[in-house]
């Protein structure tokens, strides 16, 4: 008999919306605890796979010993993960999604203000029901690793670009390549910042990390 494949709702701003529609991402970090509290975790047992160390499990800060995917509130490998985002539903029962509007990108969820697209409010990404998510997404790995640990190529993965870099105001005028290598890490800190708050980064808190798939809906 299959596993049956559980399925879970996940935020997901604008720009991270776009970067999932269009490819670029394919990982997220999510802070484990609270934000206001973040546990503070210590790795015990490692592994290496595909020549990355990843950590197996962690004692929590009350001494009990988890293990890292039997822990993780977002799921499992294999499981799927529907994402929740702005939207707007009209009397006709049309959707319509913040993501697909050109607005600033940093300045996410005007969801008090009145959308001149559609003329009324947004609804914040947290009261979109399941049927109305058009984005699965399926679990590929799960981790766990301090925030400032990622890679300049995970970072990549986390879906930043050239021009989100640009709309921090930071100039980058290298190529895709470059940018890659050299400035989507810091790039991911300015995101970072945007979205948890000044210092966030520099608290190095432990993270899930989540990588995944788009796959087709089952909605």
Request: hydrophobic share 30%; aromatic share 10%.
């Amino acid at each position: 008999m299959s596993e049956i494949v559980k399925e879970r709702p996940i935020l997901f701003n604008g720009p991270m919306v776009r970067a999932i529609l269009e490819g670029r991402k394919t990982q997220t970090r999510r802070i484990i605890g609270s934000k206001k509290k973040p546990v503070d975790i210590f790795i015990q047992d490692t592994q290496f796979i595909d020549g990355k160390e990843q950590s197996l499990g962690f004692e929590d800060e009350n001494g009990g010993w988890f293990d890292t995917e039997e822990m993780c509130p977002y799921g499992h490998k294999g499981d799927r993960l529907w994402v929740r985002e702005t939207h707007h539903l009209s009397h006709h029962n049309a959707l319509t999604y913040r993501a697909d509007y050109n607005h600033n990108p940093f300045d996410e969820e005007e969801c008090g203000e009145d959308c001149s697209m559609v003329g009324e409010k947004w609804r914040p990404s947290i009261h979109m029901p399941r049927w109305a998510s058009r984005i699965d997404l399926e679990i590929t790995n799960i981790r766990v690793e301090r925030l400032r640990e990622v890679s300049p190529e995970d970072a990549y993965c986390e879906g930043v670009t050239r021009e989100m870099r640009n709309g921090f105001g930071y100039a980058c005028d290298e190529s895709e390549e470059i940018f890659n290598m050299h400035q989507s890490k810091e790039t991911f800190r300015f995101l970072w910042e945007s979205i948890h708050g000044e210092g966030s980064w520099d608290a190095n808190p432990w993270v899930w990390v989540i990588e995944f798939k788009r796959v087709e809906s089952t909605q």
